[in-house]
């Protein structure tokens, strides 16, 4: 995101001004570089023995909306979780809807229970996610988004939308977590279990 958006200023940039712009290491850089260009969202160009990186059609739409969100995230304490690969998106899928573990890991693909369970404890920590438990027999908890959390729920939806819709023209991958008419999509939500090396909400009690 922070890349994209350096980018969407307009000039072409080199490795290493994007280095000394963005609080990345450069393996970090290397990698998402790569991802991005895959991705049809940045394009290599060479100006005598340098390389230049620049935001291609698509990756135009998708940086009108990193802009925004990366100046709000530049205002605020939660830097270190926005860097992070799964917390923000939690933010959007509770913002669409998810208020069960249960439901938000069945909206985020690739998501393990483990990540889930460490971006809820992260978010909570950082007051951006407000956990508590229902009456009721078996308790269970819920999530929603505290007042904190709200405001970057919609530059968050926004830039979403628009690497779907970029992504749609490029790969059939899935950007943002699923949804249908505001709601989440009917695939079967998946039970509470964890694989090897994961670990589920550790108070969740949900089946």
Known sequence: MPIVAALHEGVPLTFATLAARLPASRDTLTDTLAKLEANGVIARRHQGKKTLYQLTALGGAVGAACVPLVDLIGRSDVLDLALK???MMVVVALGRGATRYNETKAALPGITARALAIALKELQAA?????????????????????????????????????DGASAHHTPTTTGPKRSGGAFDGE?????????GDEADPDATET
């Open 127 to 163: 007051g951006m996610v407000t956990r508590t438990v229902d009456e009721g027999y078996p308790p269970t908890p819920t999530y929603v988004l505290a007042e904190k959390a709200k405001p970057f729920f919609l530059p968050l939806d926004e830039l979403c939308r628009a690497c």
């Open 188 to 196: 079967t939500v998946e039970e509470n279990a964890a694989g090897p």
């Open 85 to 87: 690969k799964w917390p």
